[in-house]
């Protein structure tokens, strides 16, 4: 028997983790209660500009959502990436995981997977959402994503894609984040994640970040731990950052020891290319209910825990 423990990030996280652990509490698994979390926030819509159904579309005004989970004691996983019209994407890649042979399915092939699975299909936008991006005109914006394009070296970062036109929001506020990732040890022992976004705001159609992407956005084994990951994605990716976390918790690192590598990590693969701070955070869970979770600089990364009763809101270590 555990203590059953869960994590989330960003301020929003504290929604997730407190229906996660109502879950937790009754004696369900992991994966469910990380799911539970994670859909409290797909839900919320008056967590604007972030998770689900009211967040920032890309430059085509289109809402294409990214999600995964990942089961630790069996490595289940599964992922659905750039889905349109789906309320609940997390929900649909445990579907993709629990009916499927498949790991990830895509787009329009997502969509269809939905609409045999019974998932309705809904118009994803709120008033306020649409004004936003009206009022953005990100058209207009001339930054290219990362991708494996040339440095800036204004000392800018990609992640400044979310505004469009606009000023960015001062660091840390509750608008400049757009990623729910779940991480859950339940009373049996066993550890499930959940990784849920709308990607980065006003990005290129057909974008997808390390969010639906196991081993990037989410990585959860019972015999190492669970790790999860918020930023820059395309920086994420580069590292494999949540396997490289989950794999140096089995080689016997802390997860806050873990989190700070990783985040070493981005940033120096990030100035290879010339950029930094790669703008990344990760959270780590291992199957002994230990927690950590870092950032590199001015990613002002926030984070909730539950823990019996407590719910608590933590800044990460600033790498
Ligand atoms: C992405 N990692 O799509 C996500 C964005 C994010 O808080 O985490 N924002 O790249």
Known sequence: MADPITIAT?????????????????????????????QAVEDDTSIRNSVGFGS?????GRLTLDACVMDGRTLACGSVACVEHIRHPAALAR??????????????????????QGFPLEMPYTAESIKEFLDAHPDKKK??????????RDGASDIT???GSQPAPAPGSE???DTVTVLALDKKGHLGGVCTTSGLGYKLPGRVGDS???????????????AGATGVGEEIIRIGGSLFIAELLRAG??????????????????????????????LALDPKGNVGAACTEKAAFKYAVARGDKVELLTAKEI
């Not at 996280?13 to 407190?18: H, Y």
């Not at 920032?56 to 085509?60: K, T």
């Not at 930054?143 to 800036?152: T, Y």
């Open 253 to 282: 690192k802390t997860p806050q020891e873990a989190c700070e590598l990783a985040c070493k990590r981005a940033n120096a693969a990030a100035g290879r290319r010339g950029v930094h701070p790669a703008r990344v955070a990760f």
């Open 212 to 226: 639906p992407i196991i081993g990037a956005g989410l990585y959860v084994d019972d015999l190492a731990g669970a």
């Open 175 to 177: 608008f400049d984040h």
């Open 56 to 60: 920032i579309p890309d430059r085509l």
């Open 143 to 152: 930054d290219a994503p990362a991708g494996n394009a040339p440095a800036r």
């Open 95 to 116: 579907r993709v995981m629990e009916k499927t042979p498949h790991v990830m399915l895509v787009g329009e092939g997502a969509k269809w997977f939905a609409l045999q």
């Open 161 to 163: 894609l979310q505004w």
């Open 10 to 38: 960003w301020p929003f996280g504290k929604t997730a983790v407190e229906a996660a652990m109502k879950e937790l509490a009754k004696g369900a698994p992991a994966l469910d209660a990380a799911l539970a979390g994670a």
